[in-house]
């Protein structure tokens, strides 16, 4: 499946990637190298050096400029070799590509298309570490699948039911009754009431109540979720529109989550999950990370053996069901805006 190159896409934790002490990532099947100067600027180009095609994610930082640690050639941050040691004349083309990236939300992003195109204000709104209103927890996991199932698996949150029995504890809700889905301009929105219930293992209640959940999952595959618990008969008095998140009783959190795609079929997955400082404390975190923990694992062995089935399967299709309707939107999605930039990746080659 096509992706979309014109976004941002998660490259790592910012507070993981030392300062003067280059990085190493594939996106989109694109060896990167990344750094961060010691003021804090995040630099990305492509890893490989113009000369002998080493990498330049073994070589030395200087400054805001890289050194490939083969042969010694000095690279600024704009792609641009500024020094080959013992040659005074530098030819035109000893260049290699560099990335917009931006430290933001936590998290360091690398903009994969046009870099005339990349627009800060398309970052997706994550909620990062260090928010003065959540206390969260985080981390990662590497698949061995295409990026485009775990999306899939994160449209669809009738899984839940099934694959998240023994961990998120959810009940036949979440398979039962579709969720309400609505077109943004670069995702969807999910929304969701729960009436009458006790709650599940992450947003327990001891009487019964009305849980709400709401997330976007957007462009390039950032799912950014909130919710909470309510008065019984909230739901109903709203219609089953959306609560003010101001009169939850508990159950508050925030999690961000953002899928990489980095081979053909393999991609990273990244993820903070935590309550709102009102109604929990680093305890609750834990908890919730333990829970977390326990569940994401659940989807990466489920999604791995899928990809499996489908590598052994000739021509493989899918039966769309009633809950397939965000996956089927935001996949259009897609596939539109990278259509669009056929035209522009054409002129460029």
């Not at 979440?174 to 969701?192: C, K, N, S, V």
């Amino acid at each position: 499946m096509n992706y979309v190159r014109n976004a941002w896409y998660v490259a790592g934790w910012a507070d993981e990637i030392e300062p003067g002490k280059p990085a190493a990532i594939t996106i989109l099947g694109d060896p990167i190298v990344l750094w961060k100067s010691a003021g804090g600027a995040i630099h990305a180009l492509a890893d490989r050096c113009v000369h002998r095609m080493a990498p330049l994610s073994l070589g030395r930082c200087e400054g805001e400029r890289l050194r490939c640690m083969y042969h010694g050639l000095l690279f600024a941050s704009d792609g641009t070799v500024v020094e080959i040691p013992g040659q005074d004349t530098i030819p035109p083309q000893a260049r290699v590509r560099s990335y917009p990236a931006v430290i933001r939300h936590s998290w360091a992003w690398v903009w994969m298309g046009d870099p005339a195109l990349a627009d800060e204000a398309l970052i997706p709104p994550a909620v990062g570490l260090d928010h003065p209103d959540y206390i969260l927890g985080h981390g990662q996991l590497d698949y061995e699948a295409e990026a485009r199932l775990i999306n899939d698996n994160l449209l669809d949150f009738s899984h839940l039911t099934y694959v998240h029995a023994e961990s998120f504890g959810p009940g036949p809700q979440f398979a039962a009754t579709p969720a309400r889905i609505t077109p943004l301009d670069r995702g969807i929105r999910y929304e969701r009431w729960t009436e009458n219930s006790i709650g599940s293992s992450s947003r327990r209640s001891e009487t019964p109540m009305d849980s709400f959940m709401v997330y976007d999952f957007l462009i390039p595959g950032v799912l950014l979720m909130t919710g909470g618990i309510y008065p019984l008969g909230t739901a109903r008095s709203l219609d089953y529109g959306a609560p003010d998140p101001e009169l939850a009783v508990g159950g508050v959190t925030f999690t961000s989550q953002a899928v990489t795609p980095m081979g053909d079929k393999t991609a990273r997955y990244f993820f903070s999950w935590g309550p709102h400082r009102k109604f929990g404390d680093e305890a609750h975190r834990d908890m919730l990370m333990g829970i977390a923990a326990k569940a994401f694992a659940e989807d990466k062995v489920m999604i791995e053996a899928q990809q499996k089935v489908i590598d052994a399967t000739e021509r493989p299709r899918i039966m769309p069901t009633a809950h397939d309707r965000g996956v089927t939107l935001f996949n259009r999605l897609v596939q539109r805006l990278a259509r669009e930039e056929m035209p522009a990746a054409t002129d460029a080659a």
